[in-house]
């Protein structure tokens, strides 16, 4: 893009993230939440359309991560998708609303996105109206996408087949249930499925979907904007840096969620097969 | 801690992070966002309250990033504050729930905490009810903490005068007017101020903040959990990084903002002097 349309995408961008329903009328754009009736075919200046799944239990920060991208992209309308617009609670109690349904999220995606969250996906990997939701718009979504064991429930919705996966450490070896190759990797990009590692990985997926949208220059912008410059003050953020003790520990105590995880798996790996 | 108390620890952590309500019956420790009567003094044993601040317009990554850590701290209440229990909308668009109110929030804290969100700070600098608050729960809190432009709110709430700050770098030079020394880094500790940079700081910050409460191997625990060991795809978070050229852009583009936070800095100064 030439300096004038950086400058307008940025003005939209910055003031899209800062404060969405007085920046968007200066700058002629979507509102970030607005909502879009079903059925709305992305063309050409259309704003994007990105539905996040938010089910009971989610994680946090798995679904806020990305948000934060997604809604300064500029020209762009997030849902966040759950069955009812009841209010949800996720896993650590953050008490969210979700903006659409299911059944009147856009059928034509730019982006779909699923957190994690690993009981509460545990208890959908059988769920027909979820899995029929991500089946459905898996299918035409330009992207479809997962933080964390958000990968479980694409892979029991049979969008990974055959495709390469991330997920959180603790359950990577679940995916070739779904016919999925399992990656340690912190972003795993394989043709249009694009899936990060747990939880905090979604930074590091939002910022790269954000430059699969958008460029890298825009991208850069964002990443500036949020100040993405990390510095942990401790080192143990994968096993390999935690070393096998605390590794172990870890995966001892979430054995038996793991467990529950894998019945699941193995009931959706037969309704796939079947 | 010994190996039994590590243990014992870990399983209410990753519980606790992960199904607040089943897990804390499990291993008898107090739900993570279960509401605590007012005035409630921190005892040994007694769960930790952390109240952190959610006001209109705050942006949302900035709480949540803390509040991934915070809550899976173990034995830990955590308080998401505002005037009301009226739903709240963040500068983009995700509504939440506070789940108490200034005034039935625990006077006597372990960590306050201020999101950002400059505009709705902007809007809050002298409020008499959110700076009264600050104010009063920030002289006995144990941390008096932010991320982001939440530290123009500290600042305007007396709470740093002669500290050391961090805030986004675009408003660092605000600072002064509360007589607050700017720090350009990632995480700044002044005595028990802990302030994190823009945005996604917050989860350095978090981190962080779990090691001065719980100590550096339980920290790191956590950090495994949450997989954080970043990658990002650009380097582009700071203005070094990002380069002059984008770093004026953001700067000229955010300069209203700024200029409208500096206004409202200059009568808390004069406030505070009066």
Redesign the interface.
Known sequence: MNRRE??KT??AV???????G?ALAANDTQ???APASAGTVAATNAASQIAMLVHP?F???DL??P??FF??LGNVN?H?VWKTRD?VSS???????P?TTLKDCPKDLDVLFVPG????GTALMNDAEVIDFLHDRGQRAKFVTSV?TGSLLLGAAGLLQGYRAAS??TVLDLLPLFGAEPVAE??VEDRNRISG?????G??FG??VA?RLRG?QH???L????????????Q????K??GPE??Q??RD??AP?VAAARQAALVAQKRLQG
């Open positions: 950086f400058h940025l003005g910055l003031a899209a993230s800062a404060f969405p007085k509102a970030t939440s239990a994680v946090t920060l806020i991560g948000h934060q809604t300064s997030v966040l209010l896993s650590n109690g953050v008490v969210i609303q903006t969250g690993l009981e509460g964390c959180h450490w912190r972003i590692g747990g939880v905090t990985a930074i590091d910022l790269k430059g890298e991208a850069k912008m990443q500036l904007m949020l100040e993405y410059d990390p510095q942990p003050p401790f143990a953020g994968s096993p840096n935690a605390l590794t520990k870890v105590f979430r969620a």
